[in-house]
């Protein structure tokens, strides 16, 4: 597997911190590679460590509770070990309360969980301050093609558009295999684990909202109009419950949702949201496979791509009009419209109107999969493929 030095360097100035080192991110994303990757960095310098697969079952037949937990790993600290490593730590019941007592017994503490209530008010309050959290997400496409590499083999950005970035899905050479694979990652991370987690009992009701969600990718959503949606299917259903369950897909890490930024009142309007899966398998699986959504699928991968690059993103709205992502990082500013063709004059005239309401005082950026260079004095065009490769804006 390739080194994910992109975020193990995130994490590398906080080897020894007395902080809890918190990695988060959807189920399947790697977390556990980058975790065993840390340990043999410290472990080639010389450093003893202890790893914990809390999914493993021959470790978790030993270990059910907190106070398991702290007298095993406890016990080999006379050995020398000081780096300790939790992976899937919410497994073990009151977790949070034995990796406060860890950290006060000199240990420097690595955990990874595949739910956001890692990071929840209760778990911040018991802690008190005392944790650096990274999220990891699946693969972007640099990274693609460095594993695709590694095990010579190809992946095209066509591919990327289509079965989306999580690891293993390089090692499948067919489509019907890739597919396959996300089906069972959909029921497993979807539907399996929240449903089980949160004890969801209209199981029928989340399945036809979460559906709906992840094919409406790239796409402005309230709760309303989910409502709507689910009402013209003749289903009994509330706003508030709609509400929950997206809540429980964000805290899933399956989807995220984008604000709008006014310029009117130069803030951010939270009613107003799109939604962007974590990975656009999740759109494709929905499809019928013979009409993939690839112009809402290339949106959401340069979504992908952007957070990668660190970029804080926003919807940008002027006089009404859409433009897709305002992206800031580092007092710069870029905004950016996404197309998947402008070669007819109706598609470019629609993407290059909001920008000639504008003045200059952000840099004006068009992506498209067109082959063509439609740059013009004010606004840059970078080819998708091009984009790809990108590690900043700049």
Known sequence: MIKREHYIKQVRGFYDSDLIKVITGIRRCGKSVILEQIKTELE?????????????????????????????????????????????????????????????????????????KLLSSEFTKELSGRYISFHVRPFVYKELLEYAKELNTEISFSDYLIFGGFPKIVEFENKDDKTRYLNELNETIIFNDIISRYNIRKIDLFRRITNFVLMSNSRIFSANSIYTYIKQQKINCSVNTIMKYLAYLKEAYIIRTLSQYSTKAKRKLEFFEKIYNEDVGFNTIKQNLSEYDITHNLENIIYNELIYMGYELFVYNVGGKEIDFLAVKNSKKYLIQVAYSVVEEKAKKREFEPFNALDNEFAKILITNDEIDFSTSTVRHIKFKDFLTLESLE
């Open 44 to 116: 080639v310098s010389g450093k003893k460590c202890l790893y914990l697969n809390l999914e493993d079952h021959t470790v978790s037949a030993k270990i059910n509770n907190e106070k398991d937990l702290i007298e095993y790993v406890l016990s080999t600290k006379n050995n020398g070990i000081k780096y300790v490593f939790l992976d899937e730590v919410q497994n073990i019941e009151n977790w949070n309360l034995a990796c406060k007592t860890l950290r006060l017994h000199g240990l420097s503490l690595f955990i990874t969980g595949s739910n956001s």
